[in-house]
């Protein structure tokens, strides 16, 4: 007599898959939490597979020692010299790096004929900001007569496309243009053009004020500093640039020639005395999306990474090779060398001990 099977059972069936199908919810759920919130470190680590590097400058080798005559310093750039000098205008849009600006207007002085500078009551991302400079006018008096300075307001750009840092920051650099050609600017003389914080040497403009045959248009090579002169990144600062200046010369902070002049200069970015003009910083300029999480502001955390050398903003390092990026990456090498920095800094260390190696305590 035929004997009914069990029917098997239909409850393990029925689990199974709705385990599966939990497990895979929740992988892809913290996937795409992973992916949104490191997402710019993620491309950071990959960009050597998906980017590929400018095309390399043609780099001018720069002579200088003491004591040598500039007739024979630009003899050894290739470079005749010229029987006067010629006028050099400094050009820079201004926000709040008044001790960096007091540096660079100190060192330059005797070199430059004319200081322009641009400043906003407004930042590139639309934070009202006060007029730094104008309210300290007096402290930079010594450079008065050679100041030539104009207040931008930014109230106008109205539209959220308009709004948008980086269009912000064109904004100001094509009112800076204005600017220069009414500070009494004229063909034949030199423009440089740079950041606050990007400090041409004197030895550098020299150079540019006495050698006949410069060419037309070249980046000036800076040493590359974090938080202050104690943390040397590398020697990859190049947007800063000097022109023999014509009608058609646009103020602009990008790759405009494939020649640069080595060793031209300093670059100190964040080189600031107050942990409040860290963080006004990091939500001022056009990369202030990179603060990911209110945390990033902490006065605690910016004094921890500003000792260790490490990066505000918790990211990778910016690189086209995975050579370069493995080795720039973790906390910046501290240096305890004080040599070939701006004689005014070395000069006045005790008000500037925050920017040498040693002074990495800041105020709040």
Not at 206 to 234: A, R, T
Not at 241 to 267: C, K
């Amino acid at each position: 007599m035929a004997r009914d099977l069990p029917h098997p059972p239909v409850t393990r069936r029925k689990i199974l898959p709705f385990k599966f199908l939990i497990t895979f919810v929740l992988i892809l759920s913290v996937s795409v939490i992973a992916v949104t919130q490191y997402f710019q470190n993620i491309s950071y680590l990959l960009r050597p597979l998906w980017d590929t590097p400018p095309t390399p400058f043609t780099r001018i080798p720069h002579y200088y020692a003491p004591n040598i005559s500039m007739p024979q310093l630009c003899q050894l750039h290739g470079w005749g010299i010229l029987p006067s000098p010629r006028r050099v205008f400094d050009a820079v849009l201004f926000s709040n790096e008044l001790d960096i600006l007091e540096i660079r207007y100190r060192e330059l002085l005797p070199y430059v004929d004319r200081f322009v500078i641009l400043e906003a009551n407004a930042t590139f991302t639309g934070i009202p900001k006060s007029l730094s400079f104008y309210e300290n006018i007096g402290r930079f008096a010594f450079a008065g007569s050679k100041i030539v300075y104009d207040m931008l307001s930014v109230g106008e750009l109205d539209t959220h496309h308009l709004r948008q840092p980086f269009n912000v920051e064109a904004y100001h650099r094509r009112s800076l243009n204005m600017l220069i050609r009414r500070s009494g600017i004229a063909a034949g003389d030199v423009l440089i053009m740079a950041d606050a914080d990007e400090i041409p040497s004197p030895e550098t403009v020299q150079l540019l004020k006495w050698c006949d045959g410069i060419p037309p248009v070249m980046h000036l090579e800076m040493k590359n500093y974090m938080y202050s002169f104690e943390f040397p990144v590398d020697d990859n600062s190049w947007r800063a640039s000097a022109h023999v200046f014509t009608e058609r010369t646009l103020y602009r902070h990008s790759r405009q020639s494939n020649l640069i002049l080595a060793d031209s200069g300093w670059h100190c970015s964040f080189c600031f005395r107050d942990i409040k003009e860290f963080i006004f910083k990091m939500k001022a300029y056009s990369h202030a999306d990179r603060v990911k999480q209110q945390s990033f502001l902490n006065p605690d955390r910016i004094q921890k990474i500003i000792c260790n050398g490490e990066d505000l903003f918790d990211m990778l390092p910016e690189e086209y090779t995975f050579r370069d990026l493995f080795k720039k990456m973790g906390p910046i090498p501290k240096s305890a060398s004080a040599v070939h920095l701006p004689s005014y800094l070395i000069k006045n260390a005790d008000k500037f001990k925050f920017l040498l190696p040693g002074g990495c305590l800041r105020s709040k």
